[in-house]
């Protein structure tokens, strides 16, 4: 059909009935030549109807003339059904354009005209605002969700932590009440030992019972050895918790430090009533390379322990060779296993025996005394001397203490000591295996074999304490030196420089670290820089490792800390003496 064969009234009719609808509408015959175009067509297109009306719509439009939207087209004329070609699956029925360059989004619906001219209006509808709407549900949605999974995300983390606080809290009450209980403790065992120390210092002031003096004396003395030791206990886990302890490796007998440790406590066994023995397996060399010190003081812990808490029975320690697990080359473990059949500690309290301030049992602590440190100290130790400590137990039926430390037997040399491994362990071999008599520790005013070690020798004693003054210059003055003493570090460097340097009035000085007006390390400092090159002392109640190596960088020859053993510091000055004598000869 040409635009000649549609007649004006029918162009003016359709133009008239369709122009104020704000939809799109096309009216097509069933060969879908255009009969209608309203203006809101000519508007979206750009196409004015008198130069489409009489065309074939697929002029315009080749992509009705597709099967699939032709034989809907071709439906609608056969059945006179209506049909809709939606946005989702048809969304441009006809291209159109937008200003911004955009297809219109567009649903469209074909209906018969039913006026019985078989003609059918295809009705377009513009979606851009109720897409963009759908569009913007759409993100909101997302947004909703995303807000919604960032809420249990949240509420997830808020209960993690939640459970973490309260666990942290639980331990924070468990260790407050731990420390509590250890403090408790750590009063009752100063106390009773300050108690007798006080209570017995008072007989001896009394003076009125010459026996009763001495075992006064003796009393005091053991209590204040039990004092030092609970100090050291104290002061060695502030060490290894401040990572100031280290492993100092050399060449050492396992047999000779299981020997040694086995005889010194089989005297508090045997008081006990306790049979203590001692195992060797096979396999276990002869020599190793390990810290011979810190190994002797784990395993004088662990059978200190096992006799204590054992009140019948027997307590073992066996010493075997083990491999390592995986297998190293070279290397292998020694094995240290200290049994016991006493107390037993409950399955619930073995993870926790190894921390600081945490006891298995109270009142069992309560009942045999000391600090409960011990066992923190060996699980330290055996951390630092390279190996694993561990314990199976059954109360009531007694515990075994584990201790497994490398061998390490390979490259082990000690050319200071002037012998290696390999020797060490060939005498070992050869060496039968003695039954350990206890040691009797000599009395503390046994100096060596002379009687007066320090005869005529001038020693300065620079110490504030007028107690420890009175105390040092006692014992050096019964070995037979000659003592001054001053109160200060400025007064020890007046002493000291104010001498002859050819024949000095003083050969060896005692020098205290804390002191007022000048301290040690700066009295000590300021010596060395005016020429003084007698041997100097440090005397210090410090005894950590760090303040041993901070008096030898200030100038010091040796450290020795407080409360002094008398027989060791008059040994030590004797041997100091010595060496400056035979220095002033060559």
């Known amino acids: 059909m040409s635009n000649a064969e549609v007649s004006p009234e029918v162009i003016a009719a359709s133009a008239a009935e369709y122009d104020v609808l704000p939809l799109g509408v096309c009216i097509v015959d069933a060969k879908l030549t255009v009969c209608a175009w309203n203006r809101t067509l000519e508007g979206w297109t750009g196409i004015n109807r008198g130069d489409i009306i009489g065309r074939p719509l697929s002029e315009q439009y080749p992509d009705v003339a597709r099967r699939g939207i032709a034989s809907r087209l071709a439906a609608v004329f056969r059945d006179g059904a209506p049909i809709v070609f939606s946005a989702a699956l048809h969304r441009h029925f006809l291209p159109i354009l937008q200003p911004t360059g955009v297809l219109m989004p567009q649903r469209t619906h074909v209906t018969p005209c039913g006026d019985g001219s078989g003609r059918a ?76 120390i006080l209570g017995f210092a008072d007989i001896l002031v009394d003076g009125a019972d010459p026996e009763a003096g001495v075992a006064a ?186 201790l497994a430390i490398p061998m390490c037997k390979a490259s082990c040399e000690a050319p200071k000591l002037g012998f290696d491994c390999e020797s060490l362990e060939a005498a070992q071999r050869e060496k039968p295996l003695p039954a350990p008599s206890p040691p009797k520790p000599a009395p503390p005013q046994a100096i060596a074999n002379d009687a007066r070690p320090l005869a005529g020798r001038r020693v300065l004693i620079a110490e504030d304490g007028p107690d420890n003054q009175r105390l040092i210059a006692y014992h050096l003055k019964k070995a037979g030196a000659e003592v001054t003493v001053v109160e200060n570090g400025q007064q020890a460097v007046e002493a000291l420089t104010a001498e002859p340097s050819r024949e000095p009035a003083h050969e060896l000085v005692l020098m205290d670290m804390q002191m007022p007006v000048l301290d040690g390390y700066q009295a000590t400092t300021e010596l060395r820089k005016r020429g003084h090159a007698g041997p100097i002392i440090a005397l210090t109640a410090h005894a950590m490792e760090g303040d041993r190596k901070k008096a030898l960088a200030a100038g010091c020859d040796d450290y020795a800390t407080k409360p002094i053993n008398a027989p060791q510091l008059i040994e030590m000055i004797r041997g100091w003496l010595g060496k400056s004598a035979t220095t002033a000869a060559e």
């Open 121 to 196: 209006a295809i009705v377009i509808e513009d979606l851009t605002h109720p897409m963009s709407q759908l569009e913007q549900l759409r993100r909101d949605r997302n947004r909703l969700e995303q807000s919604q999974t960032s809420l249990r995300r949240q509420q997830e983390e808020l209960e993690a932590t939640n459970t973490k606080l309260t666990e942290a809290s639980r331990k924070a009450e468990e260790a407050n009440r731990s420390k509590s209980e250890f403090l408790a403790n750590m009063s009752h065992e100063i106390r009773t030992p300050l108690t007798a």
């Open 217 to 402: 004396a003796e009393t005091i003395r053991r209590n204040g050895e039990h004092l030092l030791a609970i100090v050291n206990d104290i002061l060695d886990l502030s060490k290894i918790e401040a990572g100031r302890v280290e492993a100092d490796l050399t060449c050492c007998s396992p047999l000779d430090i299981a020997e040694e440790v086995t005889s010194l406590m089989r005297v508090r066994a045997e008081a006990r009533g306790i049979g203590l023995h001692l195992r060797i397996g096979d396999g276990v060399p002869g020599a190793f390379h390990s810290d011979p010190i810190r190994l002797r003081q784990v395993l004088l812990n662990l059978l200190g322990n096992a006799v204590k808490f054992t009140d019948e029975g027997r307590v073992e320690l066996v010493v075997e060779a083990a491999e390592t697990k995986p297998p190293v080359d070279g290397s292998g473990q020694i094995v240290f296993s200290v049994s016991d059949t006493g107390i037993g500690i409950p399955a619930d309290k073995l993870r926790s025996i190894f921390e600081p301030f945490n006891q298995a049992d109270t009142s069992a602590q309560r009942r045999f005394g000391g600090t409960g440190l011990g066992l923190a100290i060996c699980g330290r130790l055996a951390t630092t001397l390279g190996g694993t400590i561990g314990v199976t137990s059954e109360p009531g039926a007694g515990s075994t203490f584990r």
